[in-house]
């Protein structure tokens, strides 16, 4: 099928029935590209001597020329600290919060700006950094799910976790003598 001695078309070529003439173009096309955008050699600066410096000047030309520095862990741990710290002091939340929220869009501390501006509580429901506010009527709520005693006047959060009395005291006095207290609800059994 394919035979070696085949001096002007290669093997791949006369079975994929290509014309050697097309593949010279697209050499051309190849190194046309190349010189546009520059080799590996311009590119790691291995090209000696004045090369380089013309190197730099094409690349400050092109439009499509991006400079960037990578950063080290430990640099970019800084770096992202250092927003929430700025973030923190202009806004005037804990850094906490405000880490919370920058995660959840995605480091983006303008739009962070916009939507605490726009609505605080919802992006903060949005970021799980608050409790969704709770549909259920308060008049359904009849026992307390820690005790399951029933009570007629209860404590709720804003959740609408709602505990008897005792519960949230006894709850209280744990997370005080514990030195934690977090505003989390008491877990549900």
């Not at 093997?11 to 593949?23: F, N, Q, W």
């Not at 046309?32 to 013309?54: C, K, R």
């Not at 770096?79 to 806004?91: A, C, G, H, N, P």
Request: one cysteine or more; proline letters at 5%.
């Amino acid at each position: 099928m394919c035979d070696r001695q085949q001096s002007s078309l290669s093997c791949a070529d006369s079975l994929a029935g290509e014309d050697p003439d097309l593949s010279s173009q697209e050499e051309e096309e190849e190194d046309y590209y190349a010189d546009y955008y520059g080799n590996d050699e311009d590119i790691l600066g291995a090209g000696g001597g004045e090369e380089d410096g013309a190197t730099d000047a094409s690349f400050q030309d092109d439009p499509e020329h991006y400079s960037f520095t990578c950063l080290s862990e430990e640099e970019a741990w800084n770096f992202l600290d250092m927003q929430v710290k700025d973030m923190s002091r202009e806004i005037k939340e804990d850094q906490p919060i405000v880490r919370g929220i920058l995660h959840h869009l995605h480091w983006d501390s303008g739009e962070a700006r916009k939507r605490l501006c726009s609505g605080r509580h919802q992006l903060l429901v949005e970021a799980h950094l608050r409790p969704a506010p709770s549909d259920l009527p308060a008049e359904k709520r009849v026992a307390c799910p820690v005790c399951l005693s029933p009570f007629s006047q209860s404590l709720s959060l804003e959740c609408g976790h709602a505990f008897c009395y005792v519960c949230w005291k006894q709850y209280l006095k744990e997370r005080i003598a514990a030195g934690s207290i977090t505003g989390e609800t008491p877990a549900v059994p």
